[in-house]
């Protein structure tokens, strides 16, 4: 084995496209011990190859074994072979002449000359562009450089208008002015030297024991920002943190704004006190080792003080027109060229709000796009939401509308918490499913990757909601008969029980089949299923039930009605009593299913002295009612014929 890398050195890479470059080049790379690393300059792929590939046979099949002839000899011709060299072997499609060639293996070194190019080019990312300095293919930003060493030797290859070659180039300020060569063994050291530090991993640990260390050392503590870390990660080299400040004096604006002011625009760390309060204080990453002079600090709060003067603006000129007074304004905001203005879409989900969680949230309905016609949101988009809630607050808007104004976006995700209100979740609810149905009602519904209006994630916010939060609205109702979005909730369920909850998929299947749209009940019956299936008779059960569903889904429709019980044998007459006693209307789901497990001896003798499709057609049609009677009452649970039995 050799070791090979692979450095690609370009302009700036936009950070949130780096990682996944990265694992690109990971998993298409054909060698062992692959390891990727990168910053916005560089992609960096490590791996080990071997120096020649293994000789190998592949067998070619050639025409039928009735081909003779001139046929035959026209193949030999072709493929380089005599028919000395040919024998006959069984296919699926029957008997063929076929002979073994044997293909040599090739230097590691030509192979990669041949992939890596192919490999450079086709990192899917989300836009390229073309360069004329590379002269052909298309990339996110220029390369000016390639390092390819397989051991000591370069692999000679041209790519993006660049040969590859054994030089690198350091940190675009600090380090050495040209090129630096460089060995496998060598590559971090010197690049190390000319403050680059390749690893992710390290740079992200960098920045976040030094952003501690600072605030620590004023008693402070930075707030966690893991998106922004990541931001920092893959846009520095050489990561380092400092400590600036700010006029406490700004602090009067609300900490959301000055938190994304310092985020958005800056970058910056925001900082608080021990009790959790925000700090006249922020941290910022420089991209270099020191600044002794504080030039970097000063211009920092130079360019924040600016950036709070505005955000102090905006804040001061949106209070001269309350919410209330802004709703009428939204009829200039267009929701969606299909659908209409956003003054329409308040009132659809007013009203639908007003069903689910009453006058409360009927009234923060009405007030929780407004903000949208704010200064502040169209300076920081991601505020929207949040913004009303505040200005709701700050002009008099009573304390459970305001909060849930301030929420009703949530949750971004599934990591994300619900609103805290039962007035929040039920705008929050109402505005998700308002957008749902007027998208699905002019055929904007999400097709592979493409979702512009995020609906995946609105449906999965609904699905959160109803099943952590306390309202009581099924799914059913909301979905109001919409059989395609009624299918989509569907897929956002079966996901959140086996991704977000972790139950096993045959678990889900079953819970589902029995019916989803009350979401807290049908998570009661997972849990059930989920604690009852490792008893002795739980599976074994299952698979009764899958041979019953088999012998009904085979029968074809039988007769509605109740058998008749003159015509039971003692197994069946012990079956049809255990059925009618097994109470599974009361108790807890773990109970009840503890219940039907203990079915397990009726239904196995019944199995093994009872013939269903008995000759006789009268006895036949009764046991067959039996056993629908049986799956019938038991189906609201779960549809125990969908777990999968060993």
């Not at 086996?498 to 029995?514: I, K, L, S, W």
């Not at 007769?559 to 255990?578: H, V």
Request: net charge negative; with cysteine.
């Amino acid at each position: 084995m050799l070791p090979f890398l692979l450095e690609i050195g370009t302009e700036e890479i936009p950070d949130w496209m780096i990682p996944s470059a990265l694992e690109f080049l990971r998993s298409k790379f054909p060698g062992e011990n692959v390891r990727v690393d990168g910053t916005g300059r560089r992609l960096v792929l490590r791996a080990d190859v071997a120096a020649r590939s293994a000789d190998r046979e592949e067998v070619v099949t050639g025409p039928p074994a009735s081909v003779t002839g001139k046929a035959l000899d026209g193949f030999c011709a072709k493929q380089g072979v005599t028919a000395a060299e040919l024998s006959v072997i069984e296919t699926a499609k029957g008997k063929y002449w076929s002979f073994t060639r044997k293909i040599a293996g090739r230097d590691a070194a030509e192979t990669l000359r041949e992939e890596i190019p192919a490999l450079i080019t086709s990192i899917p990312w989300p836009k390229t562009m073309y360069w004329p300095s590379m002269g052909g293919p298309r990339f996110i930003r220029p390369v000016r450089w390639i390092v390819a060493l397989l051991g000591a030797d370069v692999v000679p290859f041209e790519c993006c208008g660049v040969t590859s070659g054994n030089t690198t180039m350091g940190h675009r300020r600090l380090g050495a002015r040209g090129p630096l060569a460089v060995t496998v063994s060598d590559y971090e050291q010197v690049l190390r030297e000319n403050f680059v530090i390749v690893s992710a991993a390290e740079r992200r640990a960098k920045i976040e024991a030094e952003v501690a260390a600072v605030a620590g050392a004023r008693g402070l503590q930075a707030k966690a920002d893991a998106k922004l870390l990541e931001v920092l990660t893959y846009i520095t080299e050489y990561p380092t943190a400092i400590l600036g400040s700010f006029d406490a004096s700004y602090l009067t604006l609300p900490s959301e704004v000055l938190v994304m002011v310092m985020r958005h625009h800056q970058k910056y760390f925001s900082v608080e006190t021990a009790e959790g309060e925000l700090a006249p204080h922020f941290i910022a990453i420089m991209n270099i080792p020191a600044d002794p002079e504080g030039h970097v600090v000063n211009g920092n709060e130079r360019v924040l003080r600016a950036r709070f003067n505005d955000a102090r603006f905006f804040y001061d000129v949106d209070q001269k027109k309350t919410l209330a007074a802004r709703e009428e304004d939204l009829s200039h905001v267009t929701f969606q060229a299909k659908v209409g203005n956003y003054l329409e879409k308040t009132a659809r989900v007013a009203a639908l709000a007003g069903q689910l969680g009453g006058p409360d949230a009927e009234a923060a309905a009405h007030l929780c796009k407004a903000d949208l016609t704010t200064e502040m949101v169209k300076e920081f988009t991601d505020l929207q939401g949040i913004v009303g809630g505040l200005y709701a607050r700050a002009q008099g808007v009573p304390r459970p509308v305001a909060q849930a104004v301030y929420e009703h976006y949530k949750p971004l995700s599934m990591e994300d918490s619900i609103p805290s209100t039962s007035v929040g979740q039920a705008l929050s609810v109402a505005d998700k499913v308002d957008t749902l149905r007027s998208c699905f009602a002019v055929g904007m519904i999400p097709s592979g990757s493409k979702d512009p209006f995020a609906l995946r994630r609105a449906s999965q916010g609904v699905v959160k909601i109803l099943a952590d939060g306390v309202l009581t609205v099924t799914l059913d109702e909301l979905c109001a008969g919409d059989e395609k979005l009624t299918a989509f909730f569907r897929e956002r369920v079966d996901y959140y029980f086996r991704e977000v909850r972790g139950f096993a998929y045959d678990e889900v299947n079953a819970v589902m089949a029995a019916g989803y749209g009350n979401l807290p009940d049908a998570l009661a019956r997972l849990d059930a299923v989920k604690a009852v299936r490792p008893t002795a008779d739980f599976e074994p059960l299952a698979a009764a039930f899958k041979r019953i569903k088999n012998i009904l889904k085979q029968a074809g429709d039988v007769a509605a009605g109740a058998p008749d019980a003159a015509l039971y044998t003692e197994q069946e007459a012990a079956l049809a009593a255990a059925t009618e006693a097994t109470d599974v209307a009361t108790g807890t789901y773990s109970e009840r299913l503890a219940r039907v497990a203990l079915l397990r001896p009726a239904v196995d003798a019944f199995f093994d002295k009872v013939l269903v499709n008995d000759p006789d057609p009268k006895v036949r049609e009764n046991r067959l009612r039996l056993l629908t009677n049986l799956i019938n009452k038991f189906s609201s649970i779960a549809d125990f014929s969908e777990i999968v039995t060993n």
